[in-house]
């Protein structure tokens, strides 16, 4: 017989914070969260660190890129945020599935147990688990992909007003104190001057893609296995943390911490991914339009 996964009913108040003593709901274990954190995470760090290290011995080029060099940078520019993006989905959905297979197979063992009257063989067993079907929408909507109310939209708009107030803030530090740190919309603002293509190729995966892999990896998948093994609020302020450092940009660190923050508190309030998701996409498009406005000459 084909198993199926039955998927547990949802809190009917999704929006309501979880009591700290509150069991996560989801399947797979605090270790698992670790180890499928480091898959990706370890070789996008070190292969990051390389790219500074070599990038700091080349001289910085002072003339904008011819138009071949700049279609090859922004096809390389394209394949590389794909490949780095996809890891961090590819690596949540396979660990997410896995985990809702197990709990489905050990499901239909118990029921196989109770019909047979007893202990069914370990043949049979396994036999039943590889016939354990996960549909992709249930993996989906354990990592976060469901409704939320119409409510926390106004909670995005204000979170969304905080984090400029912060980044404002963090530029103004930096200026003021001539720390000799860049954060990541100047570094692409400079680049723009050079390799105009590839930067446009960028900002745009920055406001598609990368907003849906991270936040079905960092909020789907890390912060609710995080949970698993920590208090709530540990969990938030560790997964806003890895968030932060998975960028490798030491410049921006404290404001990417920020945000992790912000995202990781409207997954937890809101028991959805779309709420993070929608902020993150909004943050990310207005800094590209930002930066747009600035190599159209519309900004000085």
Known sequence: MVSSLSYPERDPQPDRPPQRTEEAPVPWSFRETWLALLIPLVPWLLLSLGTQLQGSRLPAPKAPLSLQQDLEGALAAALSTLVVEGAFLLVALFFARRALRRQAASEAGKLATTEAGGEIPPSSASATAKEVRVPLGAVLQTLGLRRFRPLFLWLIVAFLALLYLVNGLY???????????????????????????????????????????????????????????????????????????????????PVLIVIGLLLALLRWWSGSLYPGLLLHMLNNGISAAVILLYMLGRLH
């Open 171 to 253: 530029s103004a530090l930096l200026e003021g104190l001539h720390l000799p740190l860049q954060t990541n919309d100047q570094v692409i603002l400079e680049s723009s001057r050079l390799a105009p293509l590839t930067t446009v190729v960028l900002l745009a995966l920055a406001v598609i893609v990368a907003p849906l892999c991270e936040e079905i990896f960092f909020r789907g998948f890390v912060f609710p296995g995080l949970r698993r093994g920590l208090p709530v609020g540990w969990a938030v302020l560790v997964s806003a943390l890895i968030f932060g450092l998975a960028h490798a940009d030491l410049g921006s660190l």
